[in-house]
C-alpha cells in the first residue's frame, strides 16, 4: 500500500494503547502499513492491514480519507 502522499494520524486511544505497547512512531507505522502482507477493505473507506512483527502479527484498522489525504488508525490488535 503506497502511503507516502498520506498523512498518517493515529487516535488516541491507538496512541496510548497499541503504540506505548509496540514502541513505534509515526515513521514505523507507516514502514508496518508499507510492509502489510494482506489489506481488507471492510467498509467504505474503512481497511484491516495485517502485518508480521517480530515474529508476532499486528492488524490495523484505519479509515483511508482521500479527499484530504489522510490515514485515521483507530486501533490495532496482535496476535502470535
Not at 514505523?28 to 517480530?54: C, H, M, P, Q, W
Not at 515474529?55 to 484530504?68: H, M, Q, T, V
Request: charged share 40%; net charge positive; with cysteine.
Amino acid at each position: 500500500m503506497d502511503t507516502f502522499r498520506y498523512k498518517i494520524r493515529p487516535s488516541k486511544h491507538f496512541i496510548l494503547g497499541w503504540m506505548r505497547k509496540w514502541d513505534c512512531d509515526i515513521d514505523s507505522l507507516r514502514e508496518i502499513l508499507e510492509n502489510a502482507y494482506k489489506v481488507d477493505k471492510v467498509g467504505k473507506s474503512k481497511y484491516e492491514s495485517y502485518t508480521r512483527v517480530k515474529g508476532k502479527s499486528r492488524k490495523l484498522i484505519f479509515i483511508k480519507d482521500e479527499e484530504y489525504k489522510e490515514i485515521f488508525i483507530i486501533t490495532g490488535a496482535e496476535g502470535k
